[in-house]
């Protein structure tokens, strides 16, 4: 079933955060996970400007997002999506800062959203392991 908001925010597998123009600049669906915690796929997009009443030149605008659900996931998921990215770019940091190797683990994490919010993956494994650890120990130790 479509639904169609304003009221949520969006982040990719990988954790970066979607804009209405993501949305729109793209003719591709976009998979992710939502700010109430369920994986979706969004479908399409609308922005909205209002231009001022008094000809001052100033706009508002927002987004709406159509959607459609694909999952509903663990409580915390749009949480640990959200600090994905920045919980490894750190992790790669520190290991370099501490000359500790660092590619080969690199490689193998850069895609971990992409295995944590897996369309296909319907019991949650590696979401509710990543949660149960903590993002930060989940991909500090990941092998």
Avoid at 41 to 70: P, Q
Avoid at 92 to 120: Q, S, T
């Amino acid at each position: 079933m479509t639904e169609i908001t304003s009221e949520l925010s969006f982040v990719d597998q990988q954790g970066f955060s979607i804009s209405i123009f993501d949305v729109l600049d793209t003719e591709d669906d976009i998979v992710a996970i939502s700010s109430d915690d369920r994986l979706v796929k969004i479908t399409g997009g609308l922005r909205i400007r209002v231009g001022s009443g008094y000809g001052c030149g100033g706009t508002t605008s927002s987004g709406e997002f159509e959607f459609e659900e694909l999952r509903k996931l663990p409580k915390g998921s749009y949480e640990l999506a959200s600090l994905l990215i920045t919980t490894i770019s750190s992790e790669k940091e520190r290991r370099l800062a501490e000359k500790i190797p660092w590619k080969r683990w690199y490689k193998k994490v850069h895609g971990a959203g992409y295995w944590l919010f897996d369309a296909d993956d319907p019991d949650d494994y590696y979401i509710n392991e990543a949660l149960s650890l903590g993002v930060v120990r989940y991909i500090k130790n990941y092998k």
